[in-house]
């Protein structure tokens, strides 16, 4: 915004040496017309938010529903096989070991799907630090903070308490994402000792489809897995 | 004269030069927003439905085979309804939220669903939230 800086140049007239009192009236009209300036700039800033975010939001939802819909279908196509097995042994009385054994894999598959959604989740890229701060330095909001705090302040100061203080909290997002993604990662881990996995559990069903003495074709569709 | 003219000018337009910087840059990251907050709500809304859909789809080629292979179960009406299922569900545009006819023909899948397990006799448990996609918020 270097133009806006440059544009009470053109207020003030160059003979600034007549009065006081008219030297001090330039000061105040200068001082009105920077923060008419600064309103109008934050004015246009939120119209240009929300226009923004209206173009751009159903692209996004878009987006994400592709996204989400692909990498879930194949836990579905799972679920949905070995949920058509537990029927057909509960229709032909099959043993009760093998109906645990596919439920066992069902709640794995579960387990697996939620990991998947909670990365999916975190993936989504969190708003550039470096461009909010540009932007909250641009909308000048940080006068709000020192007033509390009632300290004297010069502009430069303002800003590195918000900065500090914006910083604060992004670390804080920082701490969360690493949270949910080591979280994940742990449950990954679990799952590799015990169970999930989905070839783990593509391979169990497999031998599971043989003891129960189906055809091994009842499980060509995951194949793509 | 002229000068004196294009400072006037200035002065009238600031107004709307304000607000226009204000603006792209506002514009910007609105996108940037937009983006990431519609992201965010697509991507639960499609799991959704993939795995709505993708248990449908397990389910129905999984019982196709099973009655294949079992004599006992070669039953043309059970068989008619599966392929029936197979059919709708392969011609559904899972992945694609602005499909015209999405809430439409997911019904007609969910009945058709329903209709092969009551034929089948089984009550599978799919812990799916019905009812619940949409194509936008």
């Known amino acids: ?225 | 004269m002229a000068v004196e003219q294009d400072m006037f000018d200035t002065v009238v337009m600031a107004d709307e030069r304000f607000h226009g910087e204000g603006y792209q840059e506002g514009y910007e990251e609105g996108s940037n927003l937009g983006i990431v907050e519609g992201r965010r709500y697509g991507t639960l809304h499609g799991a959704k439905i993939g795995s709505e859909i993708g248990c449908y789809r397990g389910f129905a080629l999984a019982w196709k085979c099973l009655l294949h292979s079992s004599a006992v179960e070669k039953d043309s009406r059970k068989m008619k309804v599966v392929e029936a299922l197979i059919a709708l569900l392969q011609h559904f545009p899972y992945d694609d939220p602005t499909y015209e006819r999405l809430h439409e023909d997911l019904d007609r899948i969910r009945g058709k669903f329903r209709q092969l397990c009551s034929l089948l006799n089984v009550q599978p448990d799919f812990k799916v939230t019905a009812g619940d996609s949409g194509l936008a918020f």
């Open chain 1, 1 to 225: 915004m270097s133009w806006v800086q440059a544009v009470p140049e053109i207020l003030s007239p160059g003979d600034q040496d007549v009065f006081d009192e008219e030297a001090d009236e330039t000061l105040l009209v200068q001082r009105e017309w920077q923060g008419h300036m600064r309103r109008r700039i934050q004015e246009g800033y939120r119209d240009g938010v929300d226009a923004g975010k209206a173009v751009t939001l159903q692209q996004g939802f878009n987006q994400g529903y592709k996204e989400g819909a692909e990498v879930i279908i194949n836990y579905g196509l799972l679920r949905g096989t070995l949920s058509a097995l537990l029927s057909w042994c509960h229709l032909h009385g099959n043993s009760s070991t093998l109906i645990s054994k596919i439920n066992d894999l069902l709640d794995a598959v579960g387990q697996c799907e939620e990991c998947v959604l909670k990365r999916l989740k975190s993936v989504t890229p969190q708003p550039q630090v470096t461009d909010l701060l540009d932007s909250i330095e641009d909308m000048d909001l940080c006068h709000v903070v020192p007033a509390e705090k009632k300290i004297d302040e010069t502009k430069d100061e303002r800003f590195c308490e918000n900065s500090a203080e914006f910083n604060k909290n992004s670390d804080k997002s920082h701490n969360g994402i690493h949270c949910s993604h080591s979280e994940c990662c742990r449950t990954q881990e679990h799952a590799h000792l015990e169970k999930p996995s989905l070839t783990w559990i593509l391979e169990q069903t497999t031998s599971l489809v043989k003891q129960l003495g189906v055809s091994v074709d009842v499980l060509q569709h995951l194949r793509q897995l």
